[in-house]
């Protein structure tokens, strides 16, 4: 071999090297790159006009948004091989329109820790967990219980956040703290359970709250059904729900209906609560959607019925702006909620904004 074809066949071997060790780099980066943190996070509010309020009838206010509760959060994954990935969520609740954190809990009861009434510094979610794409997913922290998972798809818009729009997630409580939580999915059938440690001196039973859900979701079909207890922490008392529902997509037109059933164990407080709603793409931008919900209290005849509607309009994908009107009246013996002033009928309604980055 002569001179020149050694120092060609050296170069080749070198540039070949190279290709070997440019390859195994990116096949690395591409492997690293579905492991990171990001940040997120949604800022909704509302200016909004209500009657009948607690120690003011007509109330004009700058509220929080009637979609979602204002958060930002931190979410992560590290891929561990085979299929296997370590993950985790931090997630902080605020008012839009102080700044100040929410979530607090002034009592600790029904799964939840006290903090003094102050706010929490990751309220909405604080947790940690492992997920695998054929078992599923385990976590532990703060989380939503598996009740408030599947109510969601009952209703058109999801859980709204607004107190005078919301009755679901009353019942089922929408987190709690000390959770160990699972959820898998299989094709169109998912499942899911937790169970929450008391810690509480005294506590009466050995968990504060378990549950389990079962889904099927299919093309337009998407249903479910749910089961959980929830244990007061210094009491014989017990909160245990179930209910069923789910929604069909027919066209540009979603269809939602759902049932909840709540009872007690000491108290003799029954509730049977009813819904149903559509959501309708008028364009690629408006949505329009109306919520109701009837909740009969047996115990001591009395109801609630609410009936909202929502006119929601995408300025992007990430910002749109909403006009919302809602209606609540509460007859007989029905428990008063802290958003009105006297029993009987409440108007509301007003104009949001909502940015999610």
């Not at 931190?74 to 929410?102: C, H, K, W, Y």
């Not at 509460?330 to 802290?338: D, E, M, V, W």
């Amino acid at each position: 071999m002569g001179i020149e074809q050694e120092r060609k066949s050296r170069l080749n071997g070198k540039l070949a090297a190279g290709a070997v060790l440019g390859i195994a780099i990116t096949t690395t980066v591409q492997a690293q790159s579905s492991s990171g943190v990001s940040l997120y996070g949604i800022i909704d509010t509302t200016i909004r006009y209500s009657n009948n309020n607690q120690g003011d009838n007509k109330l004009a206010a700058l509220t929080d948004g009637y979609f979602n509760g204002s958060r930002w959060g931190m979410r992560g994954n590290e891929a561990l091989g085979g299929g296997l990935s370590a993950i985790f969520n931090l997630e902080s609740g605020f008012d839009p329109s102080t700044g100040v954190s929410q979530q607090g809990t002034t009592t600790a009861n029904y799964g939840q820790q006290s903090t003094g009434g102050q706010g929490r510094l990751f309220g909405r979610q604080a947790w940690v967990g492992l997920n695998h794409e054929r078992f599923g997913r385990l976590t532990f922290g703060r989380q939503f219980t598996t009740g408030y998972d599947a109510t969601a798809r009952f209703q058109p818009n999801g859980h709204p956040n607004l107190d005078a729009v919301t009755i679901f997630n009353g019942y089922t409580g929408p987190r709690q703290d000390n959770m160990a939580k699972y959820v898998g999915q299989w094709g169109a059938l998912s499942a899911g359970a937790y169970y929450t440690f008391g810690e509480v001196s005294g506590h009466m039973k050995p968990s504060s709250s378990y549950g389990a859900t079962l889904g099927y979701k299919q093309g337009p079909v998407d249903v479910g059904g749910f089961w959980q207890q929830a244990n007061a922490l210094t009491t014989p008392e017990s909160r245990k729900v179930w209910g069923v529902g789910g929604n069909y997509q027919w066209g540009i037109v979603k269809l939602t209906f759902g049932y909840l059933n709540n009872r007690f164990d000491v108290s003799p407080t029954r509730n049977d609560v009813f819904s149903g709603g559509f959501a309708v793409a008028a364009t690629s931008a408006l949505t329009l959607s109306v919520a109701s919900h009837y909740d009969r209290q047996r115990n001591a005849s009395g109801s609630r019925i609410m009936v909202t509607g929502v006119a929601d309009y995408n300025l992007s994908k990430r910002t749109d702006i909403y006009a919302e009107i809602d209606f609540n009246r509460i007859n007989g013996a029905y428990a008063l909620p802290t958003f009105m002033g006297v029993k009987g009928s409440k108007v509301g309604g007003g104009i949001g904004l909502r940015h999610r980055f």
